[in-house]
């Protein structure tokens, strides 16, 4: 594949995937379930450490404020990037799943600072 334009990037980065997913069903369907996996992952990830930080006070506020704003540029970097021609369900998938990853991140570099 022959890259014209930089609109084409983003073509050439996920046409391989594309391929590999429509080659079979079974392609298909662990591409799902392994983002499904990873999204329940991700989020219970989040959810742990959104417990873990505490009490709604002025000090947590703060911090679940920032790991929203994490959360909100991982889903328009996944916007910008991932295309919207193709799979664009498992890149919403996929991109849910970056977005909440990003956010439980957020939280467990504030918790280890805060509690070590």
Request: glycine residues 6%; aromatic residues 20%.
């Amino acid at each position: 594949m022959k890259i014209k334009f930089i609109s084409d990037i983003h073509n050439a980065i996920f046409h391989p995937l594309k391929s590999w997913a429509e080659q079979s069903t079974g392609n298909w369907n662990i591409l799902i379930g392994v983002g499904f996996l990873l999204l329940m992952g991700s989020a219970i990830f989040t959810y742990v450490f959104y417990k873990k930080i505490g009490q709604d006070d002025e000090r947590t506020n703060k911090i679940f404020l920032k790991s929203s704003y994490c959360v909100l540029w991982a889903i328009i970097l996944c916007d910008l990037i991932f295309p919207k021609d193709y799979m664009w369900n498992i890149f919403f998938l996929f991109k849910y799943t970056l977005a909440f990853l990003a956010g439980g991140i957020y939280l467990a570099v504030r918790y280890k600072k805060d509690f070590s």
